[in-house]
């Protein structure tokens, strides 16, 4: 997938957004009203890349492209804004390997044997795609890869479940808790790595989603609100370095 490049100050900082699909656009969500593309709108000194992919796991972050270059090194940016975890986290009916072996089966057996273990067994932590060690071992390398070339991190924590996904998904609200403890201790361990949580957990978390995963306009409009100081500070950072 070829990135989304903003056309704008092809000389001033750059901040790159690796993401999953909570970062892009869908049938009932126009790219405008997604927060990259507010924080484009609003902040136009920065040059923008967005190489947000749907069902993105931080895997990519030091594989993609050249040992991970595809996720930072290719565009030096001064700042990487991560939106990354609820697909690591989330239990699954099926491992990722039976999957993938499952899917294949003739005579609609592929789409059939999933539908009926989710009803007598439901999904578990343990079929998750990316274990909580992998998790923070994917994270760590990448953080340190990106202080080693000047660049600083913000993750934005996974969202908290709302009652939709809940219902649909149980497990997943240990599992949500957990990965995000892994981003804020390794926020305490690294200079460059900061986490921000624009949503906590409570009832009127369903108010900023539109199918209770993927992010409505007054959700995304949140996250830029609260992502657009730091995006203003790197801006101003490098202007007064370059």
């Known amino acids: 997938m070829e990135p989304i490049a903003s056309p704008h100050a092809p000389g001033g900082a750059r901040v790159l957004v690796i993401a999953d699909s909570l970062a892009l656009p869908r049938g009932d969500i126009d790219y405008s009203q997604t927060w990259p593309?507010?924080?484009?709108?609003?902040?136009?000194?920065?040059?923008?890349?967005?190489?947000?992919?749907?069902?993105?796991?931080?895997?990519?972050?030091?594989?993609?492209?050249?040992?991970?270059?595809?996720?930072l090194d290719f565009y030096q940016p001064q700042l990487v804004i991560l939106q990354l975890g609820i697909c690591d986290c989330a239990p699954r009916v099926l491992s990722r390997r039976t999957a993938a072996f499952i899917h294949r089966l003739p005579l609609g057996l592929g789409r059939r044997i999933p539908i009926q273990l989710e009803r007598l067994r439901g999904r578990k932590a343990g079929n998750c795609f990316v274990s909580l060690a992998?998790?923070?071992?994917?994270?760590?390398?990448?953080?340190?890869?990106?202080?080693?070339?000047?660049?600083?991190?913000?993750?934005?924590?996974?969202?908290?479940?709302t009652r939709l996904l809940r219902q649909k998904n149980p497990g997943v609200v240990p599992q949500i808790a957990s990965y995000n403890a892994v981003l804020d201790s390794l926020a305490s361990e690294f200079a460059n790595f900061e986490v921000v949580h624009p949503l906590q957990a409570g009832a009127s978390v369903d108010d900023f989603f539109v199918d209770g995963y993927h992010l409505n306009e007054r959700g995304a409009r949140l996250v830029a609100d609260r992502l657009e100081p730091l995006a203003v500070g790197t801006a101003a950072s490098h202007a007064r370095n370059a």
Not at 42 to 59: G, H, K, Y
Not at 137 to 147: D, Q
């Open 37 to 71: 593309a507010m924080l484009a709108a609003r902040v136009p000194q920065i040059a923008w890349i967005n190489r947000a992919q749907r069902l993105s796991t931080t895997e990519r972050l030091n594989d993609e492209g050249n040992s991970g270059a595809d996720c």
């Open 134 to 161: 992998a998790y923070e071992a994917n994270l760590r390398a990448y953080v340190a890869r990106a202080a080693r070339s000047g660049t600083s991190v913000v993750a934005i924590s996974i969202m908290p479940a």
